[in-house]
């Protein structure tokens, strides 16, 4: 078996384990929001504050049911079909997945695309990963009141480009030899694994992944796309 094939067996199994994952979730998760709507049916018996948190908790409840939802519809999706996927739309999931996180840390997480046919070829479900992958990095980057930006254009060659862009503490020169290395991580829970994976599933589609990053300014990262030729 080569390492295209073992690593794609790799994110398969992720694949499965990650939906058992969320599926496992949602029964606590059921059990929460009961136990809050039955709290609500005694509202006039709560103090104002202590209400004010029942309703609070009820809305994060909704929140992670909602983001449950939608990575176990993803990942019910095969993992082998390719088709045609506007970058805007996709990185629209994937700021709308990542924006509770963003808030906690009070990141600005905004879109800007350009107007244009911002369409690619590609798996839907490994590049969604992908993008969540590069923009969940970039959020761990910023300090309170940073910003990272989603953003897509076309080149003059015609090859559309998703930029990541954040005011983080970017990456050290020493370690920017060794960022796309398995295991290589300065996260203090990181796997090391996130961008050499997001690196091999965008070399199967033919893109390209690169960055530029100073030391305590920022990191921008660009996956250059080959043309849709499908259309």
């Given at each position: 078996?080569?390492?295209?094939?073992?690593?794609?067996?790799?994110?398969?199994?992720?694949?499965?384990?990650?939906?058992?994952?969320?599926?496992?979730?949602?029964?606590?998760?059921?059990?929460?929001?009961?136990?809050?709507?039955?709290?609500?049916?005694?509202?006039?018996?709560?103090?104002p504050e202590?209400?004010?948190?029942?309703?609070?908790?009820?809305?994060?409840?909704?929140?992670?049911?909602?983001?449950?939802?939608?990575?176990?519809?993803?990942?019910?999706?095969?993992?082998?079909?390719?088709e045609n996927?506007?970058?805007?739309?996709?990185?629209?999931?994937?700021?709308?997945?990542?924006?509770?996180?963003?808030?906690?840390?009070?990141?600005?997480?905004?879109?800007?695309?350009?107007?244009?046919?911002?369409?690619?070829?590609?798996?839907?479900?490994?590049?969604?990963?992908?993008?969540?992958?590069?923009?969940?990095?970039?959020?761990?980057?910023?300090d309170k009141?940073?910003?990272?930006?989603?953003?897509?254009?076309?080149?003059?060659?015609?090859?559309?480009?998703?930029?990541?862009?954040?005011?983080?503490?970017?990456?050290?020169?020493?370690?920017?030899?060794?960022?796309?290395?398995?295991?290589?991580?300065?996260?203090?829970?990181?796997?090391?694994?996130?961008?050499?994976?997001?690196?091999?599933?965008?070399?199967?589609?033919?893109?390209?992944?690169?960055?530029?990053?100073?030391?305590?300014?920022?990191?921008?990262?660009?996956?250059?796309?080959?043309?849709?030729?499908?259309?």
């Open positions: 078996m080569n390492q295209d094939s073992i690593q794609d067996n790799k994110l398969k199994l992720l694949g499965k384990l990650t939906a058992s994952l969320f599926h496992e979730i949602r029964n606590p998760l059921s059990a929460i929001k009961l136990n809050l709507d039955l709290i609500k049916m005694h509202e006039s018996e709560l103090d202590v209400l004010e948190s029942v309703y609070d908790c009820g809305k994060a409840a909704e929140r992670i049911q909602d983001l449950t939802d939608n990575i176990l519809n993803y990942a019910r999706r095969s993992n082998n079909i390719n996927i506007s970058l805007p739309e996709i990185s629209k999931i994937a700021i709308q997945l990542l924006t509770v996180k963003a808030s906690k840390k009070s990141i600005n997480l905004v879109g800007n695309f350009h107007p244009g046919n911002l369409t690619i070829y590609a798996n839907e479900n490994k590049l969604l990963q992908v993008i969540l992958n590069l923009v969940n990095n970039a959020i761990d980057s910023c009141r940073g910003t990272v930006k989603i953003s897509a254009e076309t080149n003059t060659d015609g090859q559309n480009i998703l930029l990541i862009d954040d005011n983080g503490c970017g990456i050290s020169e020493e370690d920017q030899k060794r960022i796309f290395e398995d295991f290589f991580t300065k996260k203090k829970h990181g796997t090391g694994l996130g961008l050499s994976v997001c690196k091999l599933i965008l070399d199967d589609i033919g893109a390209k992944l690169s960055f530029k990053s100073q030391l305590n300014i920022g990191t921008t990262f660009s996956i250059t796309f080959a043309k849709n030729e499908s259309e």
